[in-house]
């Protein structure tokens, strides 16, 4: 079992960091990102109810699919792709080590 | 004109809670919200939601906590102006402020709290380039006077329930109507999604989902608005072009008072929650200072402190004593 993961994030500006992140704190990647200060408000908390974490995954791995709340919030989002999710419904977790994701622009 | 004691910029949970415990305090309130309803959040956001740390409820749903809240400030008798985004605010003597809001009311008070949460809530824009041009040309967020649209030919842009509603709406009045969505299965009320999939069943409306709109075009006007469906660019004639993909909070106009800001945020002393400007304080969710946590808990317990120093603001030669309600009981203002 691993206690850290790695995911790999590309910023607005292009820029990539690679974040460690734990998987015994029931975090969310959007959680990640603020913890690490990247540019993500992250309005409503958590709740799949904002889209201002909005975020594209590149690498293949097997995420949960995203919920019909995650899809009607996708709605109201801009810029949205095949690969868009909103990064609070991905859950930190061992499967999604070396996770690679992109920050959608904001409007 | 409106004049009060303290006069709360938004009526969110901490907004509606500042009335409470200024009430004990025999201070008058008046709240300004850009939303049509109180709550704020609450209320636009999540109102199904359950909340788990509001102390002695173990669960309680968001829209009730707002009903509770309402219930609890009743006997203070609070005055509102809903539906105005407080615009600026002035200072006219030692003592006063006057707010404007932008549909021109204008309230006096001694003391602005601002506990306006994410900011106010505004139409999210979609980011095609140069839709700024034509707003109030043929573009509109929002459907305030249907009948402009009476023999018009519409787009409207959404998934949602205010997009299914207005098609639906003005389906009965528009000379042409289309509805553009990014996928082919609608949030929304069951029953407008079927009432939709009839109408365009029946060809009263034109019904394109897999689309986004992608450019607009026009000269003075707005004409045309160019639909990506399935990956092709696909040219639509209209007069109006009515994007409805909700509401987002944005920090507004308060970013201009003055206030020194910090990520979005308004500054405050932790010491009674005013800011750098004497007599105007920040409370709830809007603020930031060390160790701030965006919990509705907190923001009670800020605006709590908050009026405590209003108190002295407004009435500088009296003293204050702290009484506990279990002690003394409430009572109402007029």
């Given at each position: ?107 | ?90 200072k006219i003597d030692d003592k006063y402020y ?12 001694p ?168 007599g ?33 603001r407004i ?20």
């Amino acid at each position: 079992m691993k206690d850290i993961i790695q995911i790999k994030v590309k910023d607005r500006e292009g820029v990539e960091h690679e974040l460690e992140a734990p998987t015994d704190m029931a975090m969310n990647l959007m959680e990640v990102f603020k913890a690490h200060e990247l540019p993500v408000e992250g309005t409503c908390g958590g709740m799949a109810l904002c889209a201002s974490c909005h975020c594209y995954v590149h690498s293949d791995h097997e995420l949960q699919s995203a919920s019909e709340d995650e899809e009607d919030m996708l709605d109201q989002a801009f810029f949205v792709e095949d690969n868009s999710r909103l990064s609070c419904q991905i859950r930190i977790e061992e499967s999604i080590d070396g996770l690679e994701v992109e920050l959608a622009p904001v409007s | 004109m409106i004049e009060t004691d303290i006069l709360i910029v938004g009526a969110g949970p901490v907004g509606l809670f500042t009335v409470f415990e200024a009430g004990l305090l025999k201070l008058k309130c008046h709240l300004v919200d850009a939303l049509p309803q109180v709550g704020g959040q609450l209320s636009e956001i999540y109102p199904k939601k359950p909340i788990y740390d509001i102390p002695g409820y173990p669960s309680v749903l968001a829209g009730d906590l707002v009903d509770n809240l309402m219930e609890q400030i009743k006997p203070f008798n609070p005055s509102f102006t809903l539906g105005e985004r407080a615009e600026s605010i002035e200072k006219i003597d030692d003592k006063y402020y006057l707010l404007k809001t932008n549909r021109g009311t204008v309230i006096k008070a001694p003391v602005i709290a601002i506990a306006g949460g994410l900011g106010s809530f505004e139409p999210r824009k979609p980011p095609i380039e140069g839709l700024e041009k034509y707003e109030g040309k043929g573009v509109e967020y929002m459907v305030k006077d249907p009948d402009m649209f009476a023999d018009k030919k519409l787009l409207i842009a959404g998934g949602g329930d205010s997009a299914l509603d207005w098609t639906i709406e003005l389906s009965k009045i528009a000379k042409e109507i289309t509805l553009i969505h990014r996928r082919t299965s609608f949030r929304g009320a069951l029953d407008s999604v079927e009432q939709v999939m009839e109408l365009a069943k029946k060809g009263k409306i034109n019904l394109i989902t897999n689309a986004q709109a992608v450019d607009v075009s026009g000269e003075d006007h707005i004409r045309s608005v160019g639909v990506k469906v399935d990956g092709e660019l696909k040219q639509i004639d209209i007069d109006y072009f009515i994007p409805l993909f909700g509401l987002s909070p944005k920090l507004g106009p308060v970013a201009e008072w003055g206030l020194n800001i910090n990520r979005s945020a308004i500054e405050v002393n932790t010491l009674d929650y005013s800011t750098n400007v004497p007599g105007v304080y920040a409370i709830g969710d809007i603020n930031t200072y060390e160790g701030k946590l965006k919990l509705i808990l907190c923001g009670f317990h800020e605006a709590t402190l908050m009026v405590q120093s209003a108190f002295k603001r407004i009435y500088p030669d009296q003293k204050l004593s702290f009484k506990y309600t279990t002690v003394t009981g409430i009572e109402g203002l007029s």
